[in-house]
Structures are given as structure tokens and as C-alpha cells.
């Protein structure tokens, strides 16, 4: 459960860099629904970061906690009066809502602010989760000749891969990134090549009935668990 | 032949031989402005065509040849044959570098898919399930002809409308629509692949085509068990892919003898799949990785009281494969 919670904290403070993936952030997004611990990191994660931008405001008021329970107080309109009294609770909610909406787009703008060095301050005081190493080996072989004219959108993503081009042997399956951080020894990373050489065996049996690309996809598996059965 | 020419022809068949002058003036004008029309009409129509005929050349034909594929700094080069009889695809594979090895297989095609096959139905709006157009999430272009393996080929663009899918460069056999070229483009326009004949023949040797027949039917090769036909489109015993890239849908799913189960979603063109492994594997942490084209993201989900890892493999971006994995749900909550 620590380990877990850990890992949670790590991806929290990605999400601050804006390096956590979408997958990531649906998972702090949902654990943060739950856990109080989890929140209040959040918040002085927050706290932390305007502070090294110097913009706190001079007093530190969490409206929070007094919103909640104004919401949890209200009382809930009844019987006859309720038919008109219902906008009006409905408008009492919605200043509310609002207060907490202008707080937050401040200090996401504070966040999000740019300069002075911060990134480097942030990374050095808060647990940033390691960055996954970024290069663009998966693509540096020889170089192709592209065919002119292939017009594709512009990119949003990039693909990232660990595999060096200066392996003697290549592996068989790149890890790219790990959740948790820490490097698996080598018996957990020949394990998961194991599983991932598997599930891409099954996966390319069904892809090439599938995709009508004759040879290609079976192209695609490592020679040595091409033949196994 | 050059698009220009396949217009023209396709003019050529509406012009009046007959008609007065003054309607052969009318014509012209008509010729002057058709060839815009013309081209893109003819052109689609071509790519399907080719497309289709692309389709069912791997189910139909017998061929031997060299290929060489390449990702990476990675090649490797096959001495192939592919023989059919009775409808059934038999291959075998012969290493050409490193360690000596062969493999044989049959292609259990039409095995635990939907019935159809998924290219043939994505360009032939008549097919079973063709509403789902391939156009629609591709353009498809034709670039003219060109060479591949000694053999006149068209070649073809594939060019995705959004971010979620490869691109595609294909060079396909114009008298037998074999693909005897296949670029596979990320969208920074990236070769992550690259899968070419080097030389191809459509005269298999009988006693050639008798060998890998002999060798094949001495043995092995599994038959999955599928499962059955009414589980619903996204839906595999409580788990809900809740989102797929638009235009993907089921091709195939079934479960094996250990539990695992797999669905196989594909848009005609990319393919991947999901697994739910109930079994061990608890030491195995969450992971991302890559190899050439393909993406696998594994994810664990903790389900009826089981620890499942839940992986999605494909020939998809990355972060398509991550988006897929985030939405995985088991219940219908």
C-alpha cells in the first residue's frame, strides 16, 4: 500500500511538470476522489510552486474545506416552498462553485507560469518522477527515402524508445517506460520481453487475418519465437 | 499507365461520335473541366479496387519469394512460400541470417473472426459490415506505378485524417495485387518499418508446394477456441474496451485454455489487441514498450477479485494504445 501510494505521490508531481501521461492522470484524478492524503498533497505541491514563483498572496486562505461544508449544510429545499426556493439554492451552489473555479485558475495559471529558473527548483525540491530516457533511436536506422508527397497532420506525440542503435544484439522488445520508476533487474526485464514476445505472437496470429497484409505481420515477430509453437 | 491516362479512357468511353458540331463543342468544354471530376472518381474507385484485390491475392495465390524487413537498424531477409489448397493458406518460412531456422504454419484465416474479411469489408460498402468506410479515417491516393521486385507495382498512399492511427505507403502487384512493399509512417512522417520483396514468382514448383503441404499436415499448429459469437461488439465477460480510436471495430476474440482472453480490434488497415491474463505473472510490473511498429502497454486492473494484467498490443501510436488501456473497465460502471 506504501509502495502504491508512493508511486501515486511520484505521478502527482509529473502532473505537475506536465509530464504525466493520460493514463497516469486518470489514475491520480481518480485516486484523488479518495484519498484526503493524496489532496492535500496536492495542494501544497501548488503551495510549493507559487511560493518559488513569488506569488502567494500575502494570507493563505483554503476556502475548501468551508465550501464543502456550506454545501454539506444547505438545506436540502423541501415540500412547498421548494419549487422557489430551487433556483435560488441552485445560485447559492453556483457562487460557490464559482469561488472555487476563480482559485483555480489561478493557481493553475500559477503553475503554468514560465521562467526564472523554476522547473530546475521545483525538480530539485519536490520527488519528480524520473523522466523516461527520450530518444529517437526507434526510427534512427538507416535512413528511409520517403516517398514525396505523404502528407500527414502535424504532430502532436512523439514516440519515445530506450533501445540503443549501438546494441550488439538488438532486444527482442524495448521497455520504454516503467511505472514504478525504478530499473527492473535483469530477470524482470527478461521476463517481461518473455510475456510481451508472447502476447505479440498471439497478437500477430490474429492481426494477420485481420489486416490482409499477406507476409507483413508475422514479419513483425523476433525469429526465434516465429517457429515456436 | 499514369492517372491522366485512366481519365481520359474513362472519357473516352462517353464521347459522341455522332453528334452534331455544336454538341461536340458542348464536349469539349464538358472534357476541359471533367478531368478534375474524372481523376479523383476514377482514382478512388482504382484504390479500392487495388485495395481489394490486395485483399484476396494473399488468400488466392501461390508465390515464393525473398522479403526483407527492416525497423530500426534491424534487417532481416525470408525466403518464403505460400501455397493454397482448399481455401487454406499454408506458408513456410526460411531464415536467411543469423541462425538457421525455419517455420511453418497454416493460416487459420476466418478462424474466431468476424466473418468477412476486415480489408475487403472497409472498401467494399456492399460487404458484410461495410458501412464503416476505410476512406473515412484514411485518404487513400494513388501515386502512380512504379518498381518493386523486378514487377510493375501501383503504388498507394495511406495517409491518416487524425493522430490515431499509422500512415501507410504500399506497393501492390499490378497483375497479381500482391503487396510487395509496405511503409509504415508515423505522424512526424517516420518509416518505423519497412517491409519489401526482393525478388517474388507466382510458380511454386509442385514439389515444393508438396513439401511444405507434407510438413504441415505432419503436425502441430493449434486451433484457438473461440468464443461464442453473441458476446457483444467491446464487451468480453465484463470487461468494456469504453474507448476505441473511431472506425475500430471487433475482428476477433477468444479465450485460451489458461483463461487468458483476447479481443482484436481492427480499422482495416491497424490492428491491435487486448489481453486479460488472470494467471501468475504477479511479479511482472506496468510497463510501455516498442519494437519497430509495434506498441504494447500493460496496465494492471483489479477485477472480481483477481489481479488481471490487461495488455494492448498493436500497430498503433503509442498514446492510442495508452488511451485504449486507460479506458478498460471491468462492470458495466
Known sequence: MG????????????????????????????????????????????????????????????????????????????????????????????????AVAVLGVQQLQLAGVPGTGSAQQVASTLPVAPQAERDSSATSGPQFQLPAGFDLPPVAGRVASTESKYAV???????????????????????????????????TEKASSSASQGMLPYARLPQEINNAP | MRPRQWCCSLLDRYRPTSLAKQAVTL??????????????????????????????????????????????????????????RDGIAYQHWYYLNGPRQEAVRFSADGACSVPGDNLERSVNPTAVGGSDRLNNHYELQLRGSGRVADRSVWLIHIVPRDMLRYGYVFAVDQQTGLLLQSLLLDS?????????????????????????????????????QCLASEQSANTIQGWQAAWLPPGFALASSEKDDRGVETLVFSDGLSVFSIFFDPTGNQQLPEVQAQRGATVAQMIRIEAAGRNYLVSVVGEVPVETAQRVAGFIKYGSD
Not at chain 1, 58 to 80: C, G, H
Not at chain 2, 48 to 61: K, P, V
Open chain 1, 169 to 203: 544484439e538488438p532486444r527482442p522488445v524495448t521497455i520504454m517506460q516503467q511505472v514504478p520508476q525504478a530499473q527492473p533487474d535483469r530477470e524482470t526485464q527478461l521476463e517481461i520481453q518473455a510475456y510481451l514476445n508472447s502476447m505479440m505472437k498471439r497478437h
Open chain 2, 27 to 84: 464536349m469539349s468544354l464538358f472534357l476541359l473541366s471533367a478531368p478534375v471530376w474524372g481523376e479523383g472518381q476514377s482514382q478512388s474507385v482504382m484504390v479500392d479496387d487495388i485495395l481489394g484485390r490486395m485483399s484476396s491475392a494473399n488468400r488466392e495465390l501461390d508465390y515464393q519469394g525473398i522479403f526483407t524487413y527492416e525497423y530500426a537498424g534491424v534487417l532481416k531477409s525470408v525466403k518464403v512460400t505460400h501455397v493454397v
Open chain 1, 3 to 98: 509502495d502504491k501510494s508512493m508511486r501515486i505521490q511520484e505521478t502527482l508531481s509529473a502532473m505537475m511538470d506536465n509530464e504525466a501521461t493520460e493514463l497516469d492522470t486518470r489514475r491520480v484524478l481518480r485516486e484523488l476522489d479518495e484519498d484526503g492524503e493524496l489532496r492535500s498533497a496536492w495542494h501544497r505541491y501548488h503551495l510549493a510552486s507559487s511560493a518559488m514563483h513569488r506569488e502567494l498572496p500575502p494570507r493563505i486562505v483554503d476556502l475548501s474545506a468551508r465550501i464543502s461544508a456550506a454545501i454539506a449544510d444547505e438545506q436540502a429545499p423541501s415540500s412547498t416552498f421548494s419549487r422557489f426556493l430551487q433556483p435560488l439554492s441552485k445560485v447559492a451552489v453556483a457562487a460557490t462553485v464559482a
Open chain 2, 188 to 224: 512526424d512522417k517516420r518509416v518505423l518499418e519497412r517491409f519489401q520483396y526482393m525478388d517474388v514468382s507466382f510458380a511454386v514448383a509442385p514439389d515444393v508446394a508438396e513439401a511444405v503441404l507434407a510438413r504441415i499436415e505432419s503436425g502441430e499448429v493449434a486451433t484457438p
